[in-house]
Structures are given as structure tokens and as C-alpha cells.
């Protein structure tokens, strides 16, 4: 079973925390510590119940007072912690499209990884916030191969089936094959269709069979035959399917190795794995790096944003 590091508290009360919040807040002066301890020990549904009781008790906009309150990337994972998932996903993906330029990574990591149900819920959160459908803004932003990906991504209907097929897998991966490094030139609906198709443990059965039959990784395939963001996009699949917390420490380590820092995907990653698997993306990430994941978000972050992280990630 996933491992969050965020659970409903057991002794939540919804006016107590509203008190905390307010206290914190108002007078001269902010307290972000006491900020970071009520919102980190509350689950999402546990802040939206917040949410309303502050509205309740003191007829203000609990989100109007935290944004006037406080600043910079603490502000952004705060606020980010306070919105309901699908309505953070829809959010991240309309971001990452609006203006000129895509952010074609945020779409690839948002798409790649999320279940059906997840999919779904986001259709509906984007259509609430934004007034469109958010696979007419990705046919509207994105062209050819890669569009294809993420509108069958889009459609929310791989098999969820536990039901692993091996001989389905073996005829598949020889289909991959011929599709790809045995041919000149790639057949890339073949690609699409097995990889947006299938449930992960049958994919995994897929790649297994890969391996077998050409002795490499089903990933070097995907970086021989495709380049850019249709790579990106089949390869974000193919990760999530082999491993999903190792995909994610991996963006963790990209957002924080090197020079500077990607602090949206940071928050990205850590605000939506909390109540799924951050516990188990933290323990890949340790195995992977040889060094904990709090110990790379204290040497690169700082302040009250390092504070958050670090609770919610139970550090």
C-alpha cells in the first residue's frame, strides 16, 4: 500500500484550527510558524472544512487573509495545500498553457501519472475554473505526435484491470518492437496505443517481455525512436508504470540539483504525493541519492518554506 505523509488528524476541530489560523494572522505582524504547524497536521479535507468555519466565525475569506498575510513560495505552498487536488491539477496544467510558450514538462508529469478517477476530477475542476475543456486547450497549445499523447491521456480510460495477460504482453512487446528499433522509421500510433491503453501491471509485463526479447530496457527504445516532448511524454508513462515513487523522487532531484531552484515543481510534487506516497517517493529518493530528501530541501530552500516542506514531508 502507498505511504502518505499527510493523514486526516485524529483530533481535528475545525473551529480550533480556524482560531489558530486567525490568531496567527491577525494584529501587527505574522506568525508562520504557528501557520505551518495548524496546516501541516490537517489533511485537504480537513482545510476545507477551514475554509468554511473561518468564513463562519469571522465573515472573512480565509484564503483573501492568508494571501495578504504572507509571500513568496510560502505563500504558493500554502495556498497550493488549501485547494482541493483536482482543483491544484487544473490549475498546474492551465498554468503551464496560458500565455505564449508551454510548459510542456508540468502537462507531461500532470498526465503521465495521474489514475482515471483523477483525470476525471480534474475535467471537471478545469471546466468550473477556467471555462473550457481542458482537451480543447491541449489540442489548442500542444501538435502532432505529442498531442495525440496527451489527448489519449486525457480521455481517462486506461485499464485498470489487476489482471496481468503474459501472452498479451509477449505479442505486444514484438508489436513495440516491430513498431520501433526493427523497422526504419517508427510507427508511433502502435506506441500510443499500448502505452495509454494498458494497466500498469500489464505494462510492466510488457516491458519485461521487451527486455527479454531485445536485452535493453523498453525506456532506451522510447529515447532511441522519439525525441522532445513526445519522448518526454512516453517516457513520464513508462516511469510512473515501472516505478512510481522513483519517478517522482527523480523530479524532486531535478528540481533542486544544480544551480537554482525549481521551486513549482517542488511544490508541485510535495503538495500533490502527501496523502498518497510521499513516504514511499521519500524512501526512493534516499535509496536513489544516498542522501535524505530533508537534507537536500534544507541545504536548498530557506525560511518559512523550508519549515513547510519539511512538515509536510514529516521531516
Excluded at 13 to 41: F, N, P
Aim: charged share 30%; proline share 3%; net charge neutral.
Amino acid at each position: 500500500m502507498p505511504t502518505p505523509t499527510v493523514v486526516p488528524d485524529p483530533g481535528f476541530s475545525a473551529e480550533e484550527e480556524a482560531k489558530a489560523l486567525r490568531s496567527a494572522m491577525k494584529g501587527l505582524g505574522t506568525d508562520e510558524k504557528a501557520i505551518v504547524v495548524s496546516v501541516a497536521r490537517m489533511a485537504n479535507a480537513q482545510r476545507q472544512e477551514v475554509i468554511v468555519i473561518y468564513k463562519t466565525m469571522y465573515g472573512r475569506d480565509l484564503i483573501s487573509d492568508l494571501k495578504s498575510e504572507l509571500g513568496g513560495d510560502f505563500e504558493d505552498t500554502v495556498l497550493a495545500l488549501f485547494m482541493k487536488p483536482a482543483d491544484f491539477d487544473a490549475t498546474c496544467l492551465h498554468k503551464a498553457m496560458k500565455g505564449l510558450g508551454t510548459k510542456d514538462k508540468v502537462l507531461c508529469e500532470i498526465m503521465a501519472s495521474r489514475t482515471n478517477e483523477q483525470i476525471q476530477a480534474i475535467k471537471v475542476s478545469y471546466k468550473k475554473l477556467f471555462k473550457n475543456e481542458l482537451e480543447k486547450d491541449i489540442i489548442g497549445d500542444t501538435s502532432g505526435d505529442y498531442k495525440r499523447i496527451l489527448i489519449s491521456l486525457c480521455q481517462g480510460a486506461r485499464s485498470e484491470d489487476p489482471h496481468v495477460d503474459q501472452a498479451k504482453a509477449a505479442a505486444e512487446a514484438q508489436k513495440l518492437h516491430s513498431a520501433g528499433e526493427k523497422q526504419f522509421g517508427t510507427d508511433e500510433a502502435v506506441f500510443n496505443s499500448i502505452i495509454a491503453l494498458r494497466s500498469y501491471p500489464q505494462l510492466q509485463a510488457t516491458f519485461h517481455e521487451y527486455k527479454k526479447l531485445t536485452g535493453h530496457d523498453f525506456i532506451k527504445a522510447i529515447q532511441k525512436e522519439f525525441s522532445g516532448n513526445v519522448e518526454d511524454g512516453l517516457s513520464s508513462v513508462v516511469m510512473v508504470a515501472q516505478d512510481t515513487p522513483l519517478y517522482f523522487a527523480q523530479l524532486l532531484h531535478k528540481s533542486m540539483k544544480g544551480a537554482g531552484t525549481d521551486e513549482d515543481r517542488l511544490i508541485r510534487v510535495v503538495v500533490s504525493r502527501s496523502e498518497i506516497d510521499l513516504g514511499d517517493v521519500k524512501e526512493a529518493f534516499n535509496r536513489t541519492y544516498g542522501k535524505p530528501l530533508s537534507r537536500w530541501i534544507r541545504d536548498d530552500c530557506g525560511g518559512d518554506f523550508r519549515r513547510m516542506l519539511l512538515a509536510i514531508t514529516k521531516d
